[in-house]
DNA sequence: TATGAATGAGTGTTCATTCAT
DNA sequence: AATGAATGAACACTCATTCAT
């Protein structure tokens, strides 16, 4: 690690937080060590404690690098004008991405924690809300189209999708493959915004 | 603890599963510890091992306990004849039901864990695509009554109910409330069947 | 360690106190590790959590033994009807005799602790309000058969006295000799005796 | 910190040494750490090791100074041709003003730290032999005087005195208030000083 | 002269598992 | 069948000290 460089600070918490997602997606959060994590970057114990304070921290970092790149990735996907059926095919790319991008299992270990600490619990209700509230807001403006039947509970069936969402990093977790999931979204969320005309 | 009783062997194995679950339940897995489970019943730790080899062991015997009891219900859910929607309706009660009856976040539990045991990858395997036959199975019935069109993927969506119930389970261990998962589930279920149609 | 005998929890948790003891007085408290302790009596470190919650437990019953200890002598040395002088005389070997039984700095170690524990604080406070009540009723005696002026503060001097006792064992721990000691104590004792008539 | 300044090195030092006693005195010694040291002046950890060569050098140091004051304080308290009752009044004041210019349980740091280090323990036993010296003279020269009875033994007495300076550290640093550590050294040099009349 | 990133040897504490009784 | 004392390998976190810049 070479010291005066311009971000230096920030290349060395990036480079700790993607080797904290590479460690803890092997192993999980509980098994990782601090140790895994300093040796997979070739630095010490203490140096990770130089840019976070607990380990704890670290999850929650990485954390909010989803929940920032979810909320993105949720508005490009709703651009106007672009057809239910499209927006439901490039979702799941979209999605899967996203997830590999990080860990596939960074909600399930998320989720674990989140009885042990506020904080998570915090960022997770966040990050629900907002999701859903934006994938409410998108439905609702399909109901003006007569895309969506006037009658159909969107927040409901906006919960449904992020619901699903979920169900698939644990299938992923547990070692489908992507073809395998994305053939069921794909076909599922057909169905329900079928469902939903 | 008696000795001479028949079945003494079978009672003692299940008085400890259940002091395991009531304990997972509400620390989770990792955070359980063997003497918190022996508290519990009132034994000392070392009795546990005279029944199960393991902590993991522990979890792996509740997690077949869930399969076989989704298993019956899942088979007493689909009995013929009845109509779709009202599965569907009921559907949700029954999976609540059983899921509270061991504990909410035993799948979740378990999927954690499967990368650290090949005994439990195997056992989700199992739960997952014999959930997914029978699911499938009923639905192609479907077809031939005219409920389901012709060229749904039953498959996909089999996986596509299985994937949500896991989703709600995070859900609920994340603090959302009965209701508003049931709400949730009764809609998006409604929309699917509705876009199969 | 054998298992199998009467008072068994008891031994252990006085062969674990004696051997804490013993290397706090060699090293301090903060020095001394859980480890150093352990290994003195060829055990493992976890055994010692098996009788003690924590390090800092471990130095509060050690402080508690000195209390009770100094009580029973305090009140064993003022016997009625035993001459100021003797008395004076008697103390200081029997404080030297408490002091050495557990350890010399044990007070300095508890005294530099105070500030981290709430326990520790009210232990030393209960510890020298006892002291010195006994002390001042014991005085206050003493002016009614004329050997102390009636306008002396005996709670002052009773203070005193406690302080140059624990100044002592500051003195001693600093490596002074028993007789250096001995003789300071003797002449300042009676010098304050003297002074009080 | 300006560089080329007269004098630079021995204000870096001091002012090194100043903001190591603020911390030792809040926090005691062995919890302070370099870093609290150095962030208090505002500078880095490393530049403290460019002045001294460990954090125990600190300590010894500042016991340096701390000897070196109180000399100068004894000197001038006796100046002869003073009572000896008005002596004792200007004493406490005299050694709270100090113990408090540096900190009150510096003394206890240096006990403390005194079976690590030689240094230390060299310093302390000049410490107490300076002191017990000094005062022994001034006391021997009060038996001429006639206010002290030829058959004191002036040595003995002068160990009792700084014994319970030493002493009355601990019960400051326990919490005790000033008010009650003054009353009781003043009721009790007293009664030592007339004790030898 | 000064920085501050990095180190690495510790520390107290936990807990699944074993085994003599 | 049951106990519970004991183990020992971990593990998160700390901090005095170093050194390239």
């Not at 959060?29 to 840019?51: E, N, P, Q």
């Not at 934006?134 to 619901?163: H, N, P, S, W």
């Not at 979920?166 to 329900?192: H, M, N």
């Amino acid at each position: 690690m070479p010291k005066v460089i311009p971000d230096y600070k920030e290349r060395a918490r990036n480079s700790i937080l993607d080797a904290a997602a590479a460690e803890f997606s092997e192993k999980g959060y509980r098994k990782t060590t601090m140790d895994d994590i300093a040796r997979r970057i070739g630095v010490s114990k203490g140096a990770l404690y130089l840019y976070f304070d607990s380990k704890e921290v670290l999850l929650v970092s990485l954390g909010e690098r989803l929940v920032s790149t979810i909320s993105n990735e949720v508005e490009s996907l709703f651009e106007e004008g672009v057809q239910l059926e499209r927006i439901s095919k490039n979702a799941f790319d979209s999605i899967y991405r996203m997830i590999q991008s990080w860990y596939p299992s960074l909600v399930l270990d998320l989720a674990y924690e989140a009885p042990n600490s506020a904080k998570i619990r915090r960022l997770m209700r966040k990050y629900t809300d907002e999701t859903a509230t934006r994938l409410m807001g998108f439905l609702e403006e399909r109901k003006k189209t007569g895309e969506i039947r006037r009658d159909v509970d969107t927040k409901a069936v906006a919960y449904g999708f992020i619901t699903l969402q979920r169900g698939y990093t644990i299938f992923l977790s547990l070692g489908a493959s992507k073809s395998q999931v994305k053939q069921s979204w794909e076909e599922t969320a057909r169905a329900i915004l079928a469902g939903m005309r």
